[in-house]
């Protein structure tokens, strides 16, 4: 990556200046922006000294990452406190910061660390870069040009945040550098198998249960090649378990041999948020912007003021465009 070294030495400049750090990642989060905000956490938390240090991200944390997370930094509510910085990470835009979207406007400076391609650099500094397969790789490579060892808690972190999204390795975007990172990583102390048992294989049978009560509603259209299931209200609460713990619905479509794009409904109060994966040449960003989203060519999402079933409706008509008749 072409780390500009200019920016990097200003964004260390402002650590050094600054006393009230934020560091905040987008709501709902998933594995990239939870392992990616904690090791900075920690590596700032290293670094710091005296340094206040605040963590804001909305929703609820899986319960496989929470081992990982020192769940009482992360505020609650936000009351309008004023930073002298603020790190935004893994966010494409600053609606993604849900309810603390103002920390934005209440922080003097602001460094955003991303990789979604359609992120228009809305902070002072912009560490960008949308050929890296997550924010952790990012985040990595800062860490490496301010010359500073990371700990083997942090090197875990960053390993997390790589992991979830390249999908273990396995998405497009996964490219030799991804793996020469993770190798290092691993000799930083990475416990490689533990940390896949605990993200992956650790799920409660409630929520698998959940899982499977989804992906037993697949719809698929146009030959197979569009693939569209929900996670609904009913379902969450007949099995106990919350949005943010059913992981993998989107993937799992995927995996049907002829489906090209696979869109997960998530019903939330009278909205419903869209996932959407490609597995070709479509390019789901397009779609989601479309819808006042954004996400990656392969990886996208989006949500809008409708029901699930609206929502249905949409995507078929959407892709039609896309596949043809049905
Ligand atoms: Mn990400």
Redesign the pocket.
Known sequence: MNLKMNNIEKVFELINNSQNICISGHKSP?G??IGSVMALYRFLKRLGKSKNLTVCIEGTIPFNYRQYVDEDVIIKEYDNKKFDLLFIL?CSDLERLGKFKDVYKNSKKSVCID??KTNKSYADINIIDSSMS??GEILYDVFKALNVKITKEEASLIYIAILT?TGKFSYSNTSSDTHRKAAELIDLGVQVAEIDNTIYNSKPSNIVKAFIDCVGGIELYYGNRLGIASITKGVLEKNNADMGDIDGVVEFIREIKEVEVSCVLKENENKTRVSLRSKNNIDVSEVSVKFGGGGHAKAAGFEVNKDVKNTKELLINTFKEYFGEQ
């Open positions: 998933d990239d922006c893994d990789h979604h997550s924010t999204d």
